[in-house]
Every structure is written in C-alpha cells, then in structure tokens.
C-alpha cells in the first residue's frame, strides 16, 4: 500500500539536530507527495491523539534551532500492551500510514511495538548519548561534545587561577562516549567512564602526582554520569593530594543550543531516508550510519545489537592523560 500521510514524533531526551530531522522528512515527504503529521509529546500524542499537519513553510528555519518543536516526553503508559492498543487505533483513526520516531533506544523499542500493531515505523537515531548500537553516529552526540567542551575550557580559566583540581560530570546515562571525546579534546588528566572499572590510585592520584611533578597548577577530571558519585572522587582527592577540588555537573545545558554542521548534515540525510525507506514500501528500519555510509537495519536486528566505547578513543583519552 502506497503511503499517504506519516506520523512524526521525536520522543526521549531531547537532542540538537531533532529540529533538523523533522524538517528533513517534513521537505523530503513533500517531494514524494506525501503528507506528515506531527505528534505531539512522543507516544503519549499518539496515544492521545495530540497531532498537527506539519507543511514545507511549517519546518522554515528549523535546522538551526535546537530543542524539538514537537515536545518530546517519556511515556510509561506506552511500554504496556494496552498503551499500543490505543496508539495503533489512534494511528488508524488520523489516516497514519506509517509513522518515523525520532529518538533512542527506549524509543525504537516503542517503535518496534507499533509496527507489531500494525503500523509501519522507522527510527531516526537521536541522543547526545551516542549509545545506539547499530549506528555509529546519533544526531546531537557532536553538538553536546562542544557544549561540554566550551564550558570546561571556561572552567579552567578559573581553576588554573586557583590551581585548583576540576571535576566535571558529564550526560551519557550508562556509556561513557561523551566523556571520552570531551576529555580527549580537554586534555583532561583523567576520564572515568561507567564501560571501564578505575583504580583511584593508578587512574587517578597517581596521574595528578605525576602532573604536579612537571609543573601543572591545575588538574582536570572527566567522570561520566555512569561512572560514580563524583562527590566521593572530589573528597578521595582532597584527602589525598591536598587539592581544593570543585565538582560541576554541565547537566542539561549539554541537551540545548543550536545544533554544529555535524548534527544538521547527519539529521538532514537521515531524515530524507527515513522517508525514502517508506516511499518504497520498505519499513520496520532503524536508520544508521556505519563507517561513514548510510544505512538501513531491521528494528528488532538493531535492538539486539550491543555497543562498547571505541578502544582506541579511550586509549587515546588513558595515554594522553597519563600526566
Ligand atoms: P530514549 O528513546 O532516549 O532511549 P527512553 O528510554 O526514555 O528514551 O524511551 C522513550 C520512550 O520510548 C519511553 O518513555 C516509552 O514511551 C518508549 N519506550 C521505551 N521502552 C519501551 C518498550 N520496551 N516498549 C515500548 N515503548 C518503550
Ligand atoms: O539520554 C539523554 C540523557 O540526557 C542522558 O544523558 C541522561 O542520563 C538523561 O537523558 C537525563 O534525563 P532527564 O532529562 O529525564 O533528566
């Protein structure tokens, strides 16, 4: 069956380059005479019937804007059986062919769920947490380095006057993909990430002794979300070393602003295959990017897979960092 109207929603966390994405599919769906509607709130204006025509002129300027203008929630109700039901019946009722998901794994989870209700779906990769399996690259992972990245280097202004040692917290959930590339780029004298066990002594103390010794006069650490109760790290260090250690958690401010050249390239050829894939007749997809070329995978397929942080970016944060 051709498809004639697709439901868009991004849902999880929000991540720069989700506005980007629905723009790419809203322009790429009028090319191919299709019509979008947009979903309010992720599953729950699906469930809710919470739903907007989107048009060419709608998605005007939205490349540069971070945040979504769709709302994005977390949706408990939806995880149930009973919360499908009603969403594929929504679907139905509101003429949705077939629908794209902007988001995460939770996301393509939900997604996974409607197309076994019946409903066509595909998923673009979303999160700044960079922690899909099948895709090498999710949109706002990059946008978020640089926002944590400005941020530090700012700190350190302020901790090398001091000489103080910095501990910053960054976003990652369960992986430590974020800290890896943020302390890289930092130059950071240590980065703890949750797929990795530390020792404080050799991971820790050992690198700021061994950085004192040739003379820095401030010290910073990198510990992802994941990776502890950065507080206790901040005290260990202060009991040992003597330091005047300060924590900053970036928290939310990593989620906002308006999306680099990386995120809005990566969510404009996403989207313009999300809806290339159901043009054709194909679905059930979860859009990737693998060694630099886009591609297509079964939802179920792509759910099972698991991902790792890159070792050798994590070697080159361990090496670069030993003091
Ligand atoms: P992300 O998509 O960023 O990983 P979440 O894990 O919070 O974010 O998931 C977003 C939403 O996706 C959830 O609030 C829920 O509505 C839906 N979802 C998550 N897991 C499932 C699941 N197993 N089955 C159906 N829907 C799910
Ligand atoms: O998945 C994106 C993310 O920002 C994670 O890095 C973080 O753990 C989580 O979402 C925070 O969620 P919330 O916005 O609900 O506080």
């Known amino acids: 069956m051709a498809v004639k109207q697709i439901g868009l929603l991004t849902s999880g966390g929000d991540a720069p380059g989700m506005n980007a994405a629905v723009r790419a599919v809203v322009r790429t769906a009028y090319e191919n005479g299709i019509e979008v509607l947009g979903i309010r709130r992720g599953y729950n204006g699906l469930i809710n019937g919470d739903a907007a025509e989107l048009g060419y002129k709608d998605v005007k300027g939205l490349s540069s804007m971070g945040g979504t203008i769709l709302f994005t929630a977390r949706c408990p109700e939806f995880e149930t059986e009973e919360g499908q039901q009603k969403a594929a019946k929504t679907c139905k009722y509101l003429g949705i062919d077939a629908l794209i998901c902007i988001g995460g794994d939770g996301t393509f989870r939900g997604a996974l769920g409607l197309s076994r209700h019946g409903i066509p779906s595909i998923g673009v990769p979303a999160t700044i947490d960079n922690d899909i399996a099948c895709t090498n690259y999710t949109i706002g992972f990059d946008t978020a380095c640089n926002t944590a990245v400005c941020a530090i280097d700012k ?169």
């Open 155 to 323: 700190l350190r202004d302020t901790m090398h006057s001091h000489e103080r040692c910095s501990l910053v917290e960054v976003m990652g959930r369960k992986a430590g993909h974020l800290a890896v590339y943020v302390g890289i780029a930092v130059g950071a004298n240590a980065v703890l990430v949750p797929e990795r066990p530390y020792d404080f002594q050799t991971d820790i103390a050992e690198k700021i002794r061994r950085s004192r010794i040739r003379g820095r006069a401030h010290f910073d650490v990198i510990v992802a979300e994941g990776a502890g109760n950065i507080h206790e790290i901040a005290e260990q260090i202060k009991e040992e070393t003597g330091l005047d250690p300060r924590v900053t958690i970036l928290g939310h401010i990593q989620r906002g602003g308006s999306p680099g050249v990386r995120d809005r390239v990566t969510a404009a050829r996403m989207g313009r295959h999300a809806v290339e894939i159901l043009a054709e007749g194909r679905s059930n997809r979860v859009i990737s990017i693998r060694d630099g070329a886009l591609q297509d995978l079964d939802i179920e397929e792509a759910l099972k897979m698991k991902k790792d942080l890159q070792e050798t970016m994590y070697e080159t944060a361990r090496i670069l960092s030993s003091g």
